[in-house]
């Protein structure tokens, strides 16, 4: 039996259109071991552009009696886009736990021990401790943003709703005490839906239906 060209093409694009959705592209948008130590300096954080997808930073702090104790970088989120997570994908240390936190802008003011200087924070490790955790938990692989807005989790900061919109702001990743840490955190970066781009999908899922219909029938 011979089927009509439509039912192909509308069978493809609907597979074609959820292989996308469902694998978004991946890439490592800064790795000290290649590009160099991440920024001491509040004032001067490494500045990376955000791209769609999976966006990864790897990287190691060392203490600050060592004077590596903060690594400051300040992402930038393009127009159109939002960041969906916030993933400690990775955390290779002898000590329990580091401390990340954010704020917007292209540069970090106030103090950063302050918790009001910070939109959300957390703490992240093998045994990370956070007001709302007892015992202390692992954070590995765990999306911190929706934890960072939670002002139970973060007391104190001015707060922030995820997921976070276009614009720049400036993360710090710490290990204050002297000894090597290593970590990953993924950041998801997804645009943000156009009107009538869900009817598209869901139109086109339709006529896949429609078609595998015809086939069986």
């Known amino acids: 039996m011979h089927y009509p060209s439509v039912t192909k093409i509308?069978?493809?694009?609907?597979?074609l259109c959820a292989l996308l959705v469902a694998a978004p592209a991946k890439a490592t948008v800064y790795d000290e071991a290649i590009s160099g130590d991440l920024s001491n300096n509040p004032a001067a954080p490494n500045a990376l552009t955000l791209t769609p997808g999976l966006n990864s930073v790897i990287g190691t702090?060392?203490?600050?009696?060592?004077?590596?104790?903060?690594d400051w970088v300040s992402f930038t989120i393009p127009t159109g886009f939002v960041m969906t997570s916030y993933i400690n994908s990775k955390y290779v240390s002898a000590d329990d736990q580091g401390f990340t936190g954010f704020q917007s802008g292209s540069s970090f003011s106030g103090d950063p021990f302050v918790a009001i200087s910070y939109a959300g924070y957390a703490h992240f490790?093998?045994?990370?401790?956070?007001?709302?955790?007892?015992?202390?938990?692992?954070?590995?692989?765990?999306?911190?943003?929706?934890?960072?807005?939670?002002?139970?989790?973060a007391p104190g900061t001015t707060g922030f709703t995820p997921p976070l919109a276009a614009g720049t702001y400036t993360?710090?990743?710490?290990?204050?005490?002297?000894?090597?840490?290593?970590?990953?955190?993924?950041?998801?970066?997804?645009?943000?839906?156009?009107?009538?781009?869900?009817?598209?999908?869901?139109?086109?899922?339709?006529?896949?239906i429609l078609?595998?219909?015809?086939?069986l029938g």
């Open 10 to 15: 509308s069978l493809f694009s609907a597979t």
């Open 61 to 70: 702090v060392s203490g600050f009696d060592n004077g590596d104790g903060q």
């Open 125 to 153: 490790g093998t045994e990370a401790t956070n007001p709302d955790l007892t015992p202390p938990v692992s954070t590995v692989g765990v999306d911190l943003l929706p934890l960072m807005a939670d002002p139970s989790f």
């Open 171 to 208: 993360f710090l990743i710490q290990q204050g005490d002297p000894v090597t840490t290593g970590y990953q955190f993924d950041m998801t970066v997804r645009s943000v839906p156009e009107p009538g781009s869900s009817l598209c999908l869901l139109g086109m899922g339709g006529l896949a």
């Open 211 to 215: 078609a595998l219909r015809r086939c």
